[in-house]
């Protein structure tokens, strides 16, 4: 759990022992979050997996002053907040997320996935979306301690392959028989 705390502690960096690392452009729910927050060398990794994926990251920054403690007591200090575009369950949408110093993977609230209409099973491991009557509950990873992660660019390849796909058949030149 992370909670938004005072200035007056912050240290520079955190120790992660007990934080199950993810994969780049996972983000893991953290249901005591009040907002998102994320590392700034998870930033620049993930610039990095969206230039592999062709996939556009056009950042919004803004200034910010907040605080965050972490479950070891540590506490890093935001100086901006960033605007990301993630793709969930094939849906696009943004993440307004804390940038803090060092490797903390990308920590989800509970309001944003509740803004997202995410529906939580934890008995069975499963998320459903609930403005999305096409498809039925899906399985979900989760961290070692119980925590669901959620893959960010997951629908980004099979879009954009789709879209490759069709502008080439928009483009195929038609054949006189």
């Known amino acids: 759990m992370v909670e938004d705390v005072g200035r007056d502690i912050i240290t520079d960096s955190a120790l992660f022992e007990d934080v199950m690392f993810v994969n780049i452009g996972y983000g893991i729910e953290d249901s005591g979050r009040a907002?998102?927050?994320?590392?700034?060398?998870?930033?620049?990794?993930?610039?990095?997996?969206?230039?592999?994926?062709?996939?556009?990251?056009?950042?919004?920054?803004?200034?910010?002053?907040?605080?965050?403690?972490?479950?070891?007591?540590?506490?890093?200090?935001?100086?901006?907040?960033?605007?990301?575009?993630?793709?969930i369950q094939g849906c696009e949408k943004?993440?307004?997320?804390?940038?803090?110093?060092?490797?903390?993977?990308?920590?989800?609230?509970?309001?944003?996935?509740?803004?997202?209409?995410v529906i939580q099973d934890y008995r069975n491991e499963k998320v459903k979306f609930l403005d999305d009557d096409k498809t039925d509950w899906r399985d979900v990873e989760q961290s070692e301690n119980g925590h669901f992660v959620f893959?960010?660019?997951?629908?980004?390849?099979?879009?954009?392959?789709?879209?490759?796909?069709?502008?080439?058949?928009?483009?195929?030149p038609t054949r006189p028989y």
Request: hydrophobic share 40%; proline share 5%.
């Open 35 to 87: 907002f998102p927050v994320m590392g700034e060398t998870t930033r620049d990794k993930r610039v990095e997996k969206c230039r592999e994926l062709n996939m556009p990251d056009q950042v919004v920054v803004s200034k910010t002053n907040r605080a965050f403690k972490f479950g070891n007591d540590n506490v890093l200090g935001a100086k901006c907040e960033v605007s990301i575009p993630v793709v």
């Open 94 to 117: 943004r993440i307004g997320c804390c940038m803090v110093p060092g490797g903390v993977p990308l920590l989800l609230s509970r309001g944003m996935l509740a803004a997202w209409g």
């Open 151 to 172: 893959n960010l660019l997951s629908g980004y390849a099979a879009k954009r392959t789709a879209l490759i796909l069709s502008l080439i058949h928009i483009s195929e």
